[in-house]
């Protein structure tokens, strides 16, 4: 048992470690008292030795089996071992807030999964799982059994997974996995056979819900993959995890870029486009519409704008504002409008460019746009009403862009 603890407790004792004042080895001693000291077994035994039993009697152990074997010298098909914790075990409540929080998902690479579709895609594509907590046997019957092994299995009551989690109604399994990395990933045969050139750039998506969206989009639309550039929300927060619906493990998801490494990771000859919330065309036409600062919907001022004009303590008059106005005209590349159903996708490969509601584009994503010959993308609306929402354009673009990529390739089929 000595052996099985050791195996099997130490992710939890170093998630312990890691809580708020310096609860250690102590309180991972403690954890451990809570639960009972023999493993108990999870899955039945193999279909041969059942049907060998006589009637009304449960098959016999092997010989030389103790009170249960370590998962490392059970036999195939013997099931996998798991703890069982009191009721109420508040140790483990905390294990779980800890692992909720972003300072602890960086520091020590963990992300936490809710949900048997969620936990099961994961470990379909390779996510390596460390801590599982379940309330039935039969949410574990419903996972890969292989995959587990190695895992610490913890059996404890529903009601104390429902304290824990933040669904309306929890399913009884929460794990925490080792965070995942793109490059290690074993996606879904299909997911690649259906991926297209395209790719998708999140500029300042602030929003758990939008970002989750838009990654389930991205997966539906057949992108290649997705980058993220610091000042996006992180894309393990459970509320992303849970709006993105296991899109998380169907394509790769890279994140906290700088912009001078996000050429690294398109294609060659990648023409890059912007989604604009606002089309200049509409306006008044005694605005100016020469793609000036005002004239695009979701641009924000350069996070260095205020250092360079020195007014980081100043209340903005008009004065300043014309003179910041003049720096970001300065700062902002002129891209040429093209309505979203235009053909955009002609380069070898396409990228787009969503930025967020509140603080926008930025004028890095121009600047990159620019570069590569790319423009901004319109979506037209019936005057008067709000432009959509960050979530909302992705998802009308990405699925353009495979319209026209899958007709590209059908026609160059057709001449072939």
């Known amino acids: 048992m000595a052996a099985l603890s050791r195996l099997t407790l130490g992710p939890v004792t ?52 103790g009170p249960g074997p370590t998962p490392e010298k059970s036999p195939a098909g013997q099931g996998l071992r798991y703890e069982k914790a009191e009721a109420g075990d508040r140790r483990l409540g905390k294990v779980v807030t800890i692992a909720k929080s972003k ?27 460390q801590t599982l ?17 190695k895992t610490t299995l913890v059996k404890v009551k529903f009601e104390d997974i429902k304290n824990w989690s933040d669904l309306i109604t929890p399913q009884g399994l929460i794990g925490i996995f080792s965070r995942p990395d793109h490059a290690k990933m074993t996606y879904p045969a299909v997911q690649l056979q259906n991926s297209l050139p395209l790719s998708l750039i999140c500029d300042n998506l ?34 992303v995890l849970r709006a993105g619906m296991g899109a998380h493990f169907r394509l790769p998801i890279i994140a906290n870029l700088e912009w001078e490494s996000i050429s690294n990771y398109l294609p060659t000859d990648t023409q890059v486009y912007v989604a604009d919330s606002h089309d200049p065309r509409t306006e008044d036409k005694m605005e100016d519409v020469s793609g000036k600062a005002h004239s ?42 093209q309505c979203y159903h235009k053909n955009w996708t002609l380069a070898p490969a396409a990228a787009v460019v969503i930025g967020g509601e509140t603080h926008g584009l930025s004028t890095e994503a121009l ?27 992705a998802s009308i673009l990405l699925f353009e862009g495979k319209r026209q990529l899958q007709l590209r390739e059908k026609l160059q089929s057709h001449h072939k």
Not at 103 to 126: N, V, Y
Request: with cysteine; proline share 8%.
């Open 206 to 239: 602030r929003d758990p819900g939008n970002l989750g969206t838009i990654l389930r989009s991205a997966a539906g639309a057949g992108c290649s993959k997705v980058l993220l550039t610091k000042g996006c929300v992180d894309p393990w927060e459970p509320k």
């Open 14 to 65: 170093a998630l312990l470690r890691a809580q708020p004042g310096g609860a250690g080895a102590g309180a991972a001693r403690r954890w451990v008292r809570a639960l009972r000291r023999s493993p108990v077994r999870v899955l039945a035994p193999r279909k041969e030795q059942r049907a060998a039993a006589p009637a009304g009697r449960e098959p016999a152990e092997p010989k030389g089996a």
């Open 296 to 337: 695009y919907g979701w641009v924000s001022r350069p996070h260095n704008l205020k250092a360079q004009i020195g007014r980081e303590d100043l209340a903005f008059d008009s004065e300043s504002e014309e003179e910041e106005q003049g720096t970001d005209e300065a700062w902002i590349p002129e891209l040429d409008i």
């Open 133 to 149: 907590f379940f309330s039935t046997v039969g949410h574990l019957k419903e996972l890969p059994e292989e995959k587990l092994k």
């Open 367 to 393: 600047r990159l746009a620019e570069s590569t010959g790319g423009k901004r993308l319109i979506i037209p609306v019936v005057p008067g009403v709000d432009s959509l929402n960050s979530a909302m354009a």
């Open 103 to 129: 300072k602890f998902r960086d520091q020590h690479g963990k992300i936490l999964l809710e949900g048997r579709r969620l936990i099961k895609d994961a470990l379909d594509a390779g996510a390596v799982p």
